[in-house]
């Protein structure tokens, strides 16, 4: 890659929220605001070749993306007045001041995913707006055709427009609820990729939990007091950290306690472990922590241990025990239960797991977890039912892959 | 911005009868501050009837356009500044009147 193609490439990476937010903050319009910013993009890629790097790219950019919006919005004129309704949708001058988070770039996240547009539109008007990922990527990334994406992006705006959701950060007592929506579209898109679904995926989607891990940063970067941004940002670091060796050269997930441990990454884990103790540090001076610091935690307990055998398994125990008592879900029961059976053995977690059923039993990783236990207890021959329903219910080409050796194995 | 906001209510499973009070109190708060613009409660769907006089003579059929569980009970139209506001006063309204409302801009 070129010197300018690098210098385009990373002021996309950093500039292209900073670009939409701004203005759609002055234009009162998200599509404008898209549409000016993919623009003044197209015109680095003409000009800067030629005519050099500008020395503050972000603020070319800016420049360059408000002419644009500007012409268009002149061309529409003469069309019709309506613009100017849309305009007044919008306030020009600075909301209320809710502490220090006063960037637009978090109301641009806000507006993305808002709790009355659908999961699916948040994610892809996330992807688009604050991502800067062009509709034909965020359709690969889904796996939907190009143009339903990018119908579903349109419809997710008009709908913006239409109902007047405002471009603001929420006030400071709906701010939990509205920074759990966000973080909530954010972690779908890391599992995503942690854990590809489609038959003709890779099991573990790079591009994906790097595009979540990066946007996770950035929430931090904007809102570096929230508990549960950083929560989840270890806990995706911590994740990520693993990857290479989460996958085997035949294309099968290797299991955590099969994996090489020395050659996870180093630098993520430290990472996420410094997030881990910071929480630890906010939980010991009575700040009750949520679920993505308690899940953070329990992947600060695993990937502290240089050998299996090292696992501090009383401790992830009572981290599910806390979380049970946050999230009373059957599928943080089932997790819990695989931490039992290292503790007071495969029998006990079994009759636990069994209680799930009329909850689970649609849900692949119940029989994956329950035939382990069966496997564990030399009960092979209940087994094999267990695993053509795990196979049958997997959605991942890895797990279905070592499920389907284990099976094989039994004889 | 105007929004209307429907109340839904489900013949198989109908909110409680005894909410008449507090919806009263809740549309005082609802002038008092500025918001609202009309209320009202409707008769059961039995007592609708469709008219359909696209055609050369006009045809008129007993009951609601649309037979389901789920019915339109009642509507508010508010005054909001944005979608943010209406939803929290919806909020508030679904628990008020106990039952499921839509929240839905004019044009």
């Known amino acids: ?411 | 911005m105007q929004y209307l906001v429907s109340v839904i209510d489900d013949k198989s499973n109908p909110g409680s009868t005894d909410r008449q009070p507090a919806i009263s109190a809740f549309n005082e708060r609802l002038i008092a501050e500025g918001y609202w613009v009309f209320a009202g409660g409707l008769a059961d769907t039995n007592a609708a009837t469709v008219i359909d006089n696209r055609g050369e003579q006009a045809v008129f059929s007993d009951g609601p356009f649309v037979e389901s569980k789920e019915y339109l009970a009642g509507v508010w139209v508010w005054e909001a500044p944005d979608l943010d506001v209406a939803l929290k006063l919806a909020t508030e309204a679904s628990k008020i009147c106990d039952r499921k409302v839509e929240v839905r801009p004019f044009q």
Not at chain 1, 366 to 389: E, F, K, M, T
């Open chain 1, 1 to 411: 890659m070129s010197d300018v193609e690098e210098a385009i490439t990373r002021a996309h990476r950093e500039e292209w929220a900073r670009v939409v937010a701004s203005l759609t903050r002055r234009f009162g319009d998200l599509d404008i605001a898209e549409e000016a910013a993919a623009e003044s993009f197209t015109t680095a890629v003409e000009r800067w070749p030629a005519g050099g790097v500008p020395p503050n790219p972000g603020a070319w950019l800016t420049t360059t993306a408000n002419r644009k919006a500007i012409d268009r919005i002149r061309r529409e004129n003469k069309r019709d007045d309506k613009h100017k309704e849309a305009h007044m949708v919008y306030d020009n001058t600075p909301p209320e001041s809710v502490g220090a988070i006063d960037d637009d770039r978090l109301r641009l996240i806000f507006i993305c995913c808002h709790p009355a547009l659908a999961m699916e539109s948040r994610v892809a008007l996330t992807l688009r707006m604050v991502g800067g990922l062009t509709v034909p990527e965020i359709a690969r990334a889904v796996l939907v055709q190009e143009a339903a994406m990018g119908q579903r992006i349109t419809r997710a705006k008009a709908k913006i427009k239409a109902t007047r959701i405002p471009y603001r950060v929420p006030a400071a007592e709906d701010l939990p609820a509205r920074v759990s929506g966000v973080l909530a579209v954010l972690y779908l898109v890391f599992n995503e990729g942690y854990l590809a679904t489609g038959a003709d995926t890779d099991p573990v989607r790079h591009d994906l939990t790097v595009e979540a891990i990066r946007l996770t940063r950035l929430i931090r970067a904007l809102l570096p007091d929230d508990g549960e941004v950083a929560g989840l940002l270890a806990l995706m670091l911590l994740a990520e950290a693993r990857r290479t060796t989460r996958v085997g050269a035949s294309g099968e997930l290797v299991a955590l306690a099969e994996q090489d441990r020395g050659a996870w990454d180093a630098a993520l884990i430290a990472e996420g472990h410094r997030l881990v103790r910071e929480r630890l540090a906010a939980a010991a001076a009575g700040v009750a922590p949520g679920r993505y610091q308690i899940l953070a935690a329990i992947n600060a307990v695993h990937t502290s241990a240089a050998d299996v055998g090292e696992t501090d398994w009383s401790q992830v125990l009572a981290l599910y025990d806390q979380l049970v008592r946050l999230d009373p879900s059957p599928i943080i029961a089932l997790n819990r239960a695989v931490a039992v059976a290292e503790l007071d053995g495969p029998d006990v977690a079994l009759a636990a797991i069994d209680r799930l059923e009329d909850a689970l039993a649609g849900y692949h990783a119940y029989h994956a977890a329950r035939v382990d236990l069966l496997r564990r207890l030399g009960q092979s021959r209940q087994s094999r039912a267990a695993y053509d329903r795990a196979i049958e219910l997997a959605g991942n080409t890895g797990e279905m892959a070592y499920l389907t050796r284990r099976r094989d194995q039994l004889g």
